[in-house]
């Protein structure tokens, strides 16, 4: 479904990813892990267009889409949740997921769309006209996932979706990126938290300094001696 | 006397209103002053003068026609100016803007020469007179257009898919565009909004002083900047309210104090927002930006 090829992404004079590879099948939740710095977030930019990489390429569906400007790369089905979620805050909760369908006119549609978000996050029921900035740290999480979705996207890329919140609420973030997922979306998982992304893909790529030094599935990482050491903290 | 001059400053107010939201505007989202914001008044002063005298076009289509036209200037200004030097240093864009007021106002002078133009007023001058308070027929024509422009506004911003987008874009630009909204065709879209906005002002105060000069958006632009740093620049509502008071104090300021003091009131207010509370009256947007 999504195919990175040999990506090189720089930012003025600084390589950020070197050459990075990676490939995603449809129905699959692949993760990419690494620590502070490695590229991950780098990676996903250059994916969904804010970021254009020097080298390489990047294929969607059989199409390339480097080069292509963000807002078209979503209507093709790549949606992306950024890291710190970056929900617009001066904005109400149900203005932000009308933001997440701003590409499409299918009034109906978008309203079965509505319901599915408030089905899968009853958390944001209710609070319609609440300003999104004062809403609590998961409750972010789960609005701009929401507000992700709302473009029904085929892939979804997230960005440290556990960042911040207590255990328990990315238990439960977790747990609504399976459910996500069985509906028939595509993930891709960027996660400092190995241990809860690698328990919930079923394969995984780990980014150091801007290149891919391992891949497997996600249980074999999850046994990896050097995984283990460096990103399970065993 | 109190009333009369509360009056007429938020006639004068008013003005400066529509000129702050387009600074505003901009400002909300790109972070750039938009220094060529006079000119592009005093250009659609002149298109509606020259579109009334010279073309005999009925003063309420010249008028939309004015708005239109400076709207397309600003929108070329943005994407001359600006664009290219999106990912500069905001140093640069500023020395840009400076750059496109100057080239406005020459290019004015060379096309029109320096000499005034007289811009009749379409109206008949009626006056309207109470014990406590005169107004002229133009006087109410130029509130009325100012509030129902401004309401429009505020509706297009609250309600509309285009206007939300404007709002999302200027809170958080690169999410904007992850959510499929094309960043660069909403600033086109704000440049022109606000710049037919200055327009509208223009062709008002063309009227009201029947005159039109290439020089005559350098005192309004620098008010409109003023009420729009005094409301607090990037908010809309605060343009609204800082052109209002900005009138209001000049007026006042006029009338209590010394006629001379009038444009002095303008910078001294200036002064005292950057002092005490540089994010102006209703909060600056830079503080919410995180
Ligand atoms: N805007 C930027 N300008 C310059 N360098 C940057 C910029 N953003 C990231 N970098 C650098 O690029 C490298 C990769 O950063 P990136 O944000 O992709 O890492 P990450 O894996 O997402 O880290 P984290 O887990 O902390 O989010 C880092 O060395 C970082 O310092
Ligand atoms: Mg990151």
Sequence with gaps: ?234 | MFIQQLVNGIILGSIYSLIALGYTMVYGIIMLINFAHGEIYMFGAFAGMILVVFYNVPFFLAFLLAMAFAGLVGLTVEYLAYRPLRRSSRLAALISAIGASIFLQNLALLIMGARPYTFPSPFIPKVYQTSFLTISKLELIILAISFLLMFALTFFIQKTKIGKAMRAAAQDMDTASLMGINVNLIISITFLVGSALGAAAGVMVGIYFRTVTPMMGLMPGLKGFVAAVLGGIGRIPGAMLGGLLLGVAEVMAAAYISSQYRDAAAFAILILVLFFKPTGLMGSFMQEKV
């Design chain 1, 1 to 234: 479904m999504l195919t990175v090829e040999g990506i090189s992404t720089y930012y003025g004079n600084i390589q950020a990813l070197k050459e990075v590879e990676l490939k995603v099948n449809e129905g699959e939740i692949v993760t990419l892990i690494g620590s502070n710095g490695a590229g991950k977030t780098t990676t996903l930019l250059t994916i969904s267009g804010l970021l254009k990489p020097a080298q390489g390429k990047v294929t969607f569906l059989g199409r390339t889409i480097t080069g292509v400007p963000p807002h078209n790369i979503v209507k093709m089905g790549i949606s992306h949740v950024p890291e710190g979620r970056r929900i617009f805050p001066l904005m109400t909760l149900m203005e932000n997921l009308e933001m997440g369908a701003f590409g499409r006119t299918d009034k109906r549609a978008i309203k079965e769309d509505l319901d599915m978000v408030f089905q899968t996050f009853p958390q944001l029921k209710g609070r319609e006209k609440q300003m999104a900035g004062t809403l609590s740290g998961g409750e972010q999480q789960m609005l701009a996932m929401g507000r992700a979705l709302m473009s029904r996207p085929k892939l979804l890329l997230l960005d440290e979706p556990s960042m911040g919140l207590a255990p328990m609420i990315v238990k439960e973030i977790f747990q609504i990126i399976e459910k996500i997922n069985r509906q028939g979306t595509t993930i891709l998982l960027v996660e400092q938290n190995a241990q809860m992304a690698l328990k919930t893909a079923g394969k995984g790529y780990v980014l150091e300094t801007g290149k891919i030094v391992l891949q497997d599935n996600a249980s074999a990482l999850l046994e990896n001696d050097d995984v283990r050491k460096s990103y399970l903290g065993e």
